[in-house]
Structures are given as structure tokens and as C-alpha cells.
């Protein structure tokens, strides 16, 4: 037999922005304790509303599994003696360890092992009644919920996302024994807040469930709110000829805020339509929870918007009425910044930054900007970008800060960047300058979109660089799920924006001339140490591209492998996806098979990684012996050559198409490059092979030797051009 398991955990409000983890926790943790439980179930369902967090579990058998274990005791000759089992006679040794398993003596048998013949015990452990299992399984699930920034109530030393209220626990209709926080479980849930405020329904039976909150104006099963609001929204925009603006964050805020939603459509004057887009859209959506509505064909903004009700039809009129007048007060509001911010140029505005710390004892955002025109063209310069744009990039970078300042990004901060571009162009900056302060700022989240011109890229890879050397050197790096200043988004931000714009920036290099500028701040700063904490930072952003490639970890291990020496993200993911594809050829057999034999004795030279030979020598032709050492050399030489030739080609190629704007192909011809140059160093077998075949490398003449460890040395190099194939996984070893 089997029945249904319900955990119902109340509590008071949970912020909307923490149920989906919330939620993905519950069903995780839930699906762990029932495994580790040895109960039979069926199919896991997790439910959440602003007041609750629900567990609902089809087909959870009545009773555990037995469970059945072996258990190693001593020899056999310890235990029954030399005459061994078949003398039937145990000693003390024996005997204490039938006790200590609770076995009979006839229980226990001998089994052979590689340590010879061994006593074992064989032990069941028979289950016990679903209900006492799933009691305890209730109380584990909930303690072992994680959230950031929990809170303690009462005098009790447990800590929640929010104190509990009430449980309720049942396996199909029997109430489970649970107490946590303070808290019986029950039979007893609560109904809507407002449209069933006093009401306590009884859950008899745990299918029930969601048919008993329903008549107390509870809509338990988030997706089935998600669902309500989307077309909520979608028919009243419609009455009112348009479209919903509604993105699945939007959306998915919203139905944590309710427990009953329904869709209200309300209006503004159109007078507040002369207010940029951005402005009304944030307005609406970040401080309302409003969803804007526009023309379903270009997305012109209406005057219209939907607001979700917490509650049914009763007093719709009403709460219209009292969400326009809040949302006319806020754009009148949005209007008087905009005319007031209006007055005085952005520019004029830049010297007012000086007022502003950028870090505690880090000097200001003046300071800061006046590092973003530095750096900002050292990078455009570097990129080889046309120096008709470093005149506009030195200027985004001048102006890019200015608009914090403004009373409207004090008032709504989401926007800066936003107003940045709207008050450059009715400043009457340049278009392009104007387009990089927003892009700047990007991206500002996982999803969001990259920034797409070259002043955009330059000054956002320049900005968030500066935002992370100024943090590290003040001492405040990222600790666990602590990231206040979201460092790791502004990572992740550089590693996809130099990426995707196809740049060869070797962040090793730019990284000291960015710290250079905080030893003003932090006298013992070194440069040198800071940057390889930098570059370690951004290695695991750079990881998580490479795993969205669905590039293997072992192809990313030998990709990263000169990462710290170099730090250039784009020659990593071209490597990375010219080892993915080399990995399915012939010719990577050959190539792994000539790196192992040449690794293996080059090592013994004390040989480091992109060293020619032992101490940094190259190999001296003059003391070569033997034929299959020239050959091996000139193979080396050549190889080398065309290695050289093919890599500097495709880069200036590649530096070509990024500056036109081509960052995609610009990585396709470096990896196109790369798969050339490993096949390349395949071609080295047959000499590396007649080498180790007719050459002895450990010879007791030490200079001979040192020599041809050199020359091996220098062939282990060449073949680190692609990547250090040492990591890569061979099938079949």
C-alpha cells in the first residue's frame, strides 16, 4: 500500500526575490531525505505561496525497505581457531563479535578475500512505518533548507527565512508527530490573509490539500499563479489594444507576491508619455510591481498598465483608483527630475563626482574617472581599435559616471547608464559616446545583453576591471555567497564581453597597469601579486563559459593551462573548442602519444612548462650523436616554424576582423588556426618514435645528457602550443 506525504511549512511574509531557491531547495532536499529514507515514492510536487512552502509526494509506500548489510569480522583463524569453521567452535575473538552484531553463531559465514579468509555476519535491518520515517524525514527537510541572512525570533536558537507559524505533516490521513522551532505539526493550515482572514481549514486527507486552500482563496501551486497572471495580463492589455511588457522575472516576482492574483488594468495621464521609455518602465516594474503595457506591433509604451491583485474582483474599481493615484504621484515625481536634471549639462556635472567615495580610503568617482580615460585608452590602443575613436572612448569615459549625480539615478538607481545616454544626447554629445554610457554598465545580470560597439566594450571591460583591482586591493574579495559589490557579475562581464567581441587582450599584461594607479591608496600594494589573484578570480567566470560550450573539463583544464601566464580569454576558448574537435581525429592519438613519451623524460630535466630546456637553454645541435637526435631537431625546428607562422597569421587576422566589428569570426579563425597547428605537431610522431627508439636520453655522459633532455624540453614546448595536452582524458587509459 502506499499514500501521499504533505509537508506544509507557515510562515510570515517570504520575500518574493528568495522562493525560487527556496523552492529549488525543497524539492532537492525533499528528494535526498526520501532516498536516504528507503521508502518507495512517486512523483515529487513543491508548492509555494508568500505565507507558505509546501512538499507533496505521491505513492510514498507504507513501510521501509529492509535493508540488508554485510558486516567484516576477524579471520577465521581468529575466530573459530585452526580448526577453522568446520571445527564449529568460536573463540572469545568469535564470540564478541557475534554479540556486538546481535547475529546467532549459525548467522555468521567465511568468505575468501585478498587478505585471506575472512568471518562475516550478515545483518538485516528490518523497516520501520512510513509515519515514523517521514515524522523524522519532515523535521531534516526543514533544518536543512539554507538561506542567506536568516532570522531568529523568540528566545529560540533556530534561524529560518522567516519565523514559522504552523506545520502541517500527514501521510495520506494521519497526522505525523513533527515539531520544529517550537511548532506542532498539525492538521490545521490558514486561508487567505484577506479573503478568508479567520479561517484555520482542517486537512483530513493530504490529497486534499490543494482543494482545501482553494476554498480559503489559496492558489497554492506557484505555476498555476504564473500561468493566472500571464493571462491575466494578456486579455486586459488586449481590452485596452496592446501587449503586456512582461519578462519571466517580472513575472515570476509577481506571482511570489500573491496568493490569489487577479489582473487589473489601470491608466495615466498620457501627459507622462514625453518621459523616456526606461523611465516609466522602471517606475512601473522595479518600484510598483507594475506591468507596463505597450502597442503589440513597435512596443510604443501606453498609457495603461496591469496591476495584480493580491485578492478577488470585490472593490476592483477601488484598488484601480488607489494604484493610479501612486503611480500618477511617482511620474510626477520621474517628471520634475528629468526637467530639473535637464538644467545643467552632463558634462558640467563631472566635477560634482568629487563628492562621491568610489571605496572607504580609495579616493573618489572623480579619481575613478579620471583611471577610466587612462585605462579606457590604453585598452582601445591595444586592441589596435581606429584612433579616430580614442578622442570619443576618452570622452565616454569622462562623462560615464557623471549621471549618478542626477536626482533622477538617485531616485531610481536601476537607471544608471540609462539616463547617462538620455542626458548625453540632450546634451548633444555624440550618438556613439552617448550609446556607451549605457553599454558600459553591461551586462547587469546573467541573462542580460552584452554591450556591442567598441567604446561600449572597451570602457565596460575598462569600468568593471577597476571596479575589481580597486575592491582587491582595499581587501574586499568575495566570501562564499558574500559578494556586496557582485564582483563575480562583473567578472563574468569581462571574460563574456572580451569573448564575444573576439579581442586578444592578455589580461596578465593590463591587469598590473590597472592596480598601478592604487598604490596611491595602498602603499604596499605589489601589482604583480594582486594580478595573479585577479586572474585566478576570473578563471572560474571563464570555466563557466567554457562548460556552456559544453566543452569537457579535462579539454578546459589543458585550454586554462596558461592562463596565469597569459590571461587571454579568447585564445583560451579557441583553444578549448580546437582540443574538442582534435579529441574526435586521428591524429590526436598520434599527438597525445608523442606528448606522453616526450613529457615523460623531459620532466626529469626539470624542464618548467614553455621552457626550451633545463635552466632556459636551448638544445646544442654540436653535441647530437646520433641521427634520430638531428632528425628529431629539424622536425622540431620546421614545425616550429609553420606553428609560429600559422598563430601570428590568424592573429593579426582575427585583430582585423574584431576592429570590423566581426568578433565571432575572428575566434573561428583562431580556432581554425589551433586545429592546424595540433595537427601540426601530430605530424612530429615518426621522428619522436625513431628517437626514443634509437636515442638513450639518460646516458651516463652528463653533458649528452642534459642535451638531449634539452631537445626533448624544447619538442614538450612546441607541443604546448595548443593547450597542455597532459590533462586531457585518453579512452581507454
Known sequence: MSGEFLLEIGTEEIPAKLMPDLLTQLDRKGREVLE?????????????????????VEGV???????????????????????????????????????????????????????????????????????DVLAEAAATIITALDVDRPMRWGSLDFRFIRPIRWLVAMYGDEALQVEVAGVRAGRSTYGHRFLAPDETPTVFRASAYREVLERVGVMVDHEERRRVIAEG???????????????????????????????????????????PAPVLETTMRHHQRYIPVAEAQDQTLLSFFIVVRNGGDAGADLVRAGNERVLS????????????????????????????????????????????????????????????GAA??????????????????????????????????????????????????????????????????????????????????????????????????????VVATVVD????????????????PFKTYARDLDPQRLTAAVLAFLLPRLRSLLDEADIAYDVADAATAGWGREGDPVRVVAKARALKAF??????????????????????GAAAPGKTAPGGQAPRPNLFSEEAEF????????????????????????????????????????????????????????????????VLVMTEDETIRENRLALLAAVASLMGSGGDLSRLVIEGE
Open 392 to 493: 570619443k572612448v576618452a570622452r565616454a569615459a569622462r562623462l560615464s559616471k557623471a549621471d549618478l549625480v542626477t536626482m533622477m539615478v538617485r531616485e531610481l538607481t536601476e537607471l544608471q547608464g540609462v539616463m547617462g545616454r538620455e542626458y548625453a544626447l540632450l546634451s548633444g554629445e555624440d550618438p556613439e559616446v552617448a550609446q556607451a554610457l549605457y553599454e558600459h554598465y553591461l551586462p547587469r545580470h546573467t541573462r542580460d545583453e552584452l554591450p556591442s560597439t567598441h567604446i561600449g566594450r572597451v570602457l565596460s571591460i575598462a569600468d568593471k576591471l577597476d571596479n575589481i583591482a580597486g575592491c582587491f586591493a582595499a581587501g574586499i574579495e568575495p566570501t562564499g555567497s558574500h559578494d556586496p559589490h557582485a564582483l563575480r557579475r562583473q567578472a563574468g562581464g
Open 61 to 131: 509506500g507504507d513501510r521501509q525497505r529492509d535493508e540488508e548489510t554485510e558486516v567484516k569480522g576477524p579471520s577465521e583463524r581468529v575466530a573459530y581457531g585452526d580448526a577453522g569453521q568446520a571445527g564449529g567452535q568460536l573463540t572469545k575473538a568469535g564470540e564478541g563479535f557475534t554479540r556486538g552484531q546481535g547475529v546467532e553463531p549459525g548467522d555468521l559465514y567465511v568468505k575468501d578475500t585478498p587478505a585471506g579468509r575472512y568471518v562475516f555476519a550478515r545483518k538485516v535491518r528490518v523497516g520501520r512505518p512510513a509515519p
Open 631 to 694: 632528425e628529431l631537431y629539424q622536425a622540431c625546428l620546421a614545425a616550429q616554424e609553420r606553428v609560429g607562422a600559422a598563430l601570428e597569421g590568424a592573429e593579426q587576422r582575427a585583430r582585423r576582423m574584431a576592429v570590423a566589428g566581426h568578433g565571432q569570426d575572428a575566434l573561428g579563425v583562431l580556432v581554425n588556426a589551433y586545429q592546424s597547428v595540433l595537427g601540426e605537431l601530430a605530424d612530429l610522431r615518426p621522428a619522436v618514435d625513431r628517437f626514443f627508439d634509437k
Open 233 to 275: 495580463a494578456s486579455r486586459e492589455a488586449a481590452r485596452r489594444g496592446g501587449w503586456p511588457v512582461l519578462d519571466d522575472d517580472l513575472l515570476d516576482e509577481i506571482t511570489h507576491l500573491v496568493e490569489y492574483p487577479t489582473a487589473l488594468v489601470g491608466s495615466f495621464s498620457r501627459e507622462f508619455l514625453d518621459l
Open 329 to 388: 504621484a511617482r511620474l510626477a515625481d520621474a517628471r520634475f527630475f528629468f526637467r530639473e536634471d535637464q538644467k545643467k549639462p552632463l558634462v558640467e556635472r563631472v566635477d560634482d563626482l568629487d563628492g562621491i567615495l568610489f571605496l572607504e580610503d580609495f579616493g573618489t568617482l572623480k579619481d575613478k574617472t579620471n583611471r577610466l580615460i587612462a585605462l579606457a585608452g590604453e585598452v582601445w590602443d591595444g586592441l589596435g581599435l581606429p584612433p579616430e
Open 36 to 56: 536516504m529514507s528507503r521508502l518507495a515514492y512517486g512523483e515529487v510536487h513543491v508548492w509555494g505561496t508568500p505565507r507558505r512552502l509546501a512538499l507533496y
Open 583 to 604: 579529441k574526435n581525429t586521428n591524429g590526436f592519438g598520434d599527438l597525445a602519444a608523442s606528448y606522453v613519451r616526450v613529457t615523460g623524460l623531459a620532466g626529469k
Open 501 to 516: 567581441a573576439g579581442y586578444l587582450l592578455p589580461l596578465a599584461t593590463l591587469i598590473p597597469r590597472v592596480a598601478e
